[in-house]
């Protein structure tokens, strides 16, 4: 027996819910820029006011961005969703990709930096589970953030961009995903 899609709810924005959003979250959108922020706010159910998504001009161009908490409540109300496993892989860890998922044992004899991490998403629809892998340093920024929380940071790419692949998410990106100069 097939599940019902958990549907999305709907939102009905006011005429000041608008403004305020255009002032904010939004600001520096046109018309059409901001007609297409509220479109992926409503197609994802994500909220503005409580931070889900947030528009900023990259280059000149209209970005709408997410955290992986905003694609978390994604998954989230999927039925399908059966959570996620996923970690930092470290110098001298033991991992290997298998066809089911991922072995990974931790070197607790003296683990170097961080070479990548992975995010294994679990949904009970599909015969593969969403998978990826995301070398450390292909996304580190070398800021601040990223050299006081390496960990945090790289997992939270792994885990985006498997949870976009996973429920096929598109039109959004996390500030990870953006390139450093922007």
Do not use: C
Not at 81 to 102: I, L, P, S
Request: net charge neutral; glycine share 8%; no cysteine.
């Amino acid at each position: 027996v097939a599940k019902a899609e958990t549907a999305v709810p709907a939102v009905q924005w006011s005429r000041d819910e608008v403004e305020t959003i255009r002032r904010t979250v939004a600001d520096g959108a046109t018309d059409s820029e901001l007609k297409m922020f509220l479109h992926l706010s409503q197609t994802y159910g994500l909220d503005p006011f409580a931070k889900d998504l947030w528009f900023i001009k990259a280059g000149g161009r209209p970005v709408i961005m997410t955290s992986r908490d905003g694609y978390l409540k994604i998954a989230n109300r999927d039925p399908h969703y059966r959570g996620m496993k996923a970690d930092v892989v470290y110098a001298g860890d033991v991992f290997e990709r298998t066809e089911n998922g991922v072995k990974h044992a931790y070197n607790t004899k003296g683990r170097g930096g961080p070479i990548g991490a992975y995010a294994l998403v679990k949904r009970d629809d599909r015969d593969i589970d969403p998978y990826v892998f995301v070398p450390f340093s292909d996304y580190n920024k070398n800021s601040g953030t990223w050299r006081q929380y390496p960990h945090a940071m790289i997992l939270k790419v792994a885990e985006a961009m498997a949870l976009k692949r996973a429920f096929s998410i598109s039109g959004l990106v996390t500030r990870e995903e953006m390139d450093g100069d922007e």
